[in-house]
T-cell receptor, first 107, second 113 residues
Framework: KNEVEQSPQNLTAQEGEFITINCSYSVGISALHWLQQHPGGGIVSLFM???GKKKHGRLIATINIQEKHSSLHITASHPRDSAVYICAVRSGNQFYFGTGTSLTVIP | ETGVTQSPTHLIKTRGQQVTLRCSSQSGHNTVSWYQQALGQGPQFIFQ???????GRGNFPPRFSGLQFPNYSSELNVNALELDDSALYLC????????????FGPGTRLLVL
């Protein structure tokens, strides 16, 4: 069993739709990261969370420590949001990653 | 402010050989983490260095080793390469340990034949 599970694995949306990607984890964590990976491999860190909620532009990330669950929301989705979104957690001296959610936003 | 750079960008090796990958941290960062990402998979944590000391290690065998230098640049060494070592190797730098946001390099794509 993976320490970090993401859903859905693949997501296709029409431009303008509200998108939610979910992440559940089974270990105690000190921080949770949401990452964005474009084709070719480049990874950008979107958020680092240890509690509550963070917002940056059209992106919102929430975490519920008691339920061991985090969500990444994208409002008014755009084709340039098409990428793989990865959830990662820090637990002690370890990092665990989800397998990613592949998002395609169609114009 | 320079970003994280990695070299080489691509590399082809044969089974049994040794490889060294390099990473230059973003200016001011003293922590570097290395990750392996197989095709179609999420990254896996190899290890992290903080101020030249190993500060955490994932489930990788000892033939994966690393170094961090006084200027906080880093190397990943892999001995006795196996076919399954073919992957994208990513490094990420941050400041003050892993509670900080990490900045990723573009990666080195290694193919083992």
């Amino acid at each position: 069993k993976n320490e970090v599970e993401q859903s859905p694995q693949n997501l296709t949306a029409q431009e303008g739709e509200f998108i939610t990607i979910n992440c559940s984890y089974s270990v105690g964590i000190s921080a949770l990261h949401w990452l964005q990976q474009h084709p070719g491999g480049g990874i950008v860190s979107l958020f680092m969370l240890s509690s509550g909620k963070k917002k940056h532009g059209r992106l919102i990330a929430t975490i519920n420590i008691q339920e061991k669950h985090s969500s990444l929301h994208i409002t008014a989705s755009h084709p340039r949001d098409s990428a793989v979104y990865i959830c990662a957690v820090r637990s002690g001296n370890q990092f665990y990653f989800g397998t990613g959610t592949s998002l395609t936003v169609i114009p | 402010e320079t970003g994280v750079t990695q070299s080489p960008t691509h590399l082809i090796k044969t089974r049994g050989q040794q490889v060294t990958l390099r990473c230059s941290s973003q200016s001011g960062h003293n922590t570097v983490s290395w990750y392996q990402q197989a095709l179609g998979q999420g990254p896996q944590f190899i290890f992290q260095y903080y101020r030249e000391e190993e500060n955490g290690r994932g489930n990788f065998p000892p033939r994966f080793s690393g170094l961090q230098f006084p200027n906080y640049s880093s190397e990943l060494n892999v001995n006795a390469l196996e076919l399954d070592d073919s992957a994208l190797y990513l490094c990420a730098s941050s400041w003050g340990g892993t509670m900080e946001t990490q900045y990723f390099g573009p990666g080195t794509r290694l193919l083992v034949l």
